[in-house]
Each structure stands twice: as structure tokens, then as C-alpha cells.
């Protein structure tokens, strides 16, 4: 299922970009959802995760570019397509990493090319899997799903698989599991975790640095790592 949202001011270019979507997505046999926002403020206090946001750049109080933002604190995996009159509003949405813009006035087209991109890589990125030894056998578990790898016992080696609908327990080394992994989309924080930079929510670098999880979890980074951690999540985010 692929969850869509419309959010612009003006309820009538809601209303096209929505009617576009749902005739490209039915046409194409997919099975999806489209939400309407007529404001920044509504799209980000309803905390729902979206696989593709058409956002609309001049908005009255909050603005395409500050929705985004609170947005990407929450989800760095999430496509946002912004709509804009002004091409000078795009040097700065590109900070946020756009995955296309799409200038005002629109046509079906526009919105139909946007779609035929979005598919091709969520096509992709819904059929990567990785297959992993467990106690009771072979898992196949989608990368998508992989928050990160961590070692539990220290003594006993075993692999801690953390995953958006719960965890496994590797008995396959974690150079091993890297090994299987792109070290691009992939970080090993450190020598007892990996954590997949698409779930990475923030940095400190309070107590020594850490990586905070979308789920809450802290995990340990040195600072001597801190500026390749950072490059390599900014060169993932703009993949988005």
C-alpha cells in the first residue's frame, strides 16, 4: 500500500493534484491512499508517515520549507515533491532534499512523470531483501524494514536484528551480515552496531556522540567517526 498526501492552501490545486493522482495510481493497478492538507501546520500535527508528499512551498505560516523540516526530523525516508510559482524557492527546498519540484501552472503530465519516477523507485526499494542465518533457520527480511544490527551478549557474539516489526536474532557474525549490506545506505557506528541511515533521526554530541534512532534508541558514535557519519547520511538523505 502506498500512502500519498496533497498539501497546498489553495483547495483547488489540492483538488487537481489529489483527482491526478488517483487516476495515474488507479490506471496503474496500484493500491494506495491520497489525504488532503490545506496547511503545514495540519500536515505535520497529524504525525503520519507518508511515502510521497506533494508540498506546496508558499504557504501562509508555516511554509513548504519549515513543513519539511519538522517533517524530515520525524522521517528521512519520506519523497517530497514541492510546488512552487518561484524557481528562487528551489535552491533553498533542495536543503531538504527534494525528490522533484513541479512549478505552477501544472499540468496531468507533470504530475504523471513525478508518479512514473516515485514507482520505479519504490518498486525497488520494496523488493531489496537480505537473507539471514537465525537459530531457527533462514529469514528473508526486507532492507527497507532494517533499522540496525546490534550485539547483545558480547560473549556469546549473537546479532540482534532490530526491525520495524520486531527483532531476530542472527547467528551469522556482524562483518558477515556488513558484508551482504551497501556500505553506502549502511553505517557501522561502531564494532557491535550497524545502523541503517535511513532510520537515523538525529546526532548528538553530548556524552562523547550518538546516533538517535526514529525509534528512540541512542546508539554510541566516536567523535573521530562523527564527520563521516554525517557525510554519508547527507549523501543517503538526497537519494530522498
Not at 505552477?104 to 508518479?115: A, M, Q, T, W
Not at 518498486?123 to 544490527?149: C, P, Q, W
Request: aromatic share 10%.
Amino acid at each position: 500500500m502506498i500512502h500519498l498526501s496533497v498539501c497546498d492552501d489553495e483547495p483547488e490545486v489540492t483538488e487537481k493534484i489529489s483527482n491526478s493522482v488517483n487516476f495515474f495510481l488507479t490506471n496503474s493497478k496500484c493500491d494506495f491512499t491520497v489525504e488532503k492538507y490545506y496547511s503545514g501546520e495540519s500536515l505535520v500535527e497529524s504525525k503520519k508517515k507518508y511515502d510521497l508528499i506533494f508540498l506546496d512551498i508558499e504557504m501562509k505560516e508555516l511554509n513548504g520549507i519549515e513543513t519539511a523540516q519538522a517533517i524530515r526530523s520525524e522521517d528521512v525516508d519520506v519523497k517530497i515533491v514541492y510546488i512552487t510559482s518561484y524557481t528562487d524557492y528551489w535552491r533553498r527546498a533542495y536543503k531538504v532534499h527534494a525528490f522533484d519540484f513541479i512549478s505552477k501552472p501544472f499540468s496531468d503530465e507533470d504530475i504523471h512523470n513525478v508518479l512514473k519516477d516515485f514507482l520505479r523507485i519504490y518498486n525497488v526499494e520494496n523488493e531489496r531483501t537480505v537473507s539471514l542465518r537465525t537459530a531457527d533457520g533462514a529469514v528473508v527480511l526486507k532492507i527497507k524494514d532494517i533499522l540496525y544490527f546490534h550485539i547483545k551478549d558480547k560473549e556469546k557474539r549473537k546479532v540482534i536484528v532490530n526491525t520495524s516489526h520486531g527483532e531476530y536474532v542472527s547467528t551469522e557474525s556482524l562483518k558477515e551480515i556488513y558484508g551482504k549490506l551497501d556500505s553506502e545506505e549502511f553505517y557501522k557506528a561502531h564494532k557491535s552496531c550497524t545502523v541503517n541511515l535511513r532510520y537515523v533521526q538525529s546526532m548528538t554530541k553530548n556524552n562523547g556522540g550518538g546516533i538517535i534512532m526514529t525509534d528512540g534508541t541512542t546508539i554510541p558514535l566516536a567523535i573521530k567517526k562523527q564527520n563521516d557519519f554525517l557525510y554519508l547520511l547527507s549523501k543517503q538523505l538526497r537519494k530522498g
